[in-house]
């Protein structure tokens, strides 16, 4: 049973700041004619963090209690949290492990975020965050866990529905979950691992 509803993505859309919405899409020729179909990108590089997170974490914090949060990044959901956290005069923690890219690091800090560095990897600095915020009652954030990240994911497919003739496929980059290997090479037989976290795109289409 889906967690939520296209119903829910749609209703999300206003309650996100316009800095990371409307994304541009277009279609790319030379992709078209290399896979001779027609292939649009979405680009959502192009706002203050350089990431489709905050959609996510916009959401989230409008919806939340105001209460300080806590939540583990590598970076680009700890600027996410920070962003979001300081236009709604909410307190944010982000853990992060020592080996954490510093231009991020530099980046949540300047958004206002108090970032500690423990463990030797993600997943280490993850589990450290998620001790502290049970001992001391705070409430910690999990990308992809947190439904209304999810849900403002789901916006990415709420505007490719725009575009004017049916979507076939929505292909979903797997390089994420091959990085600890580093092996960066796109594979698509990946794409079916994903289907959990990115089901909020692929849900804007089947119930449409």
Known sequence: MARFSFEDIEQAFDEIDRAFTDSPQFECE?????????VILKI?????????????TELLTNRSDGKPMMCASAGNFGQAMAWSCRLRKIDLTVYGSVHANPFKVSRMKELGAKVIQQGDDFDTAKEIAREIAAKNNIRLVEDSFDVE??????????????IDTPIDMVPRSAWQWRSRERDFRWDPKFSSRCEDRCSSIDQRFRDD
């Open 30 to 38: 030379p992709l078209s004619n290399m896979f001779n179909c027609r």
């Open 44 to 56: 959502e590089t192009l706002n203050p963090i350089r990431s489709f997170k905050a959609r996510g």
């Open 149 to 162: 990240t999810v849900i403002g994911a789901g916006t990415i497919g709420y505007e490719l529905g725009s």
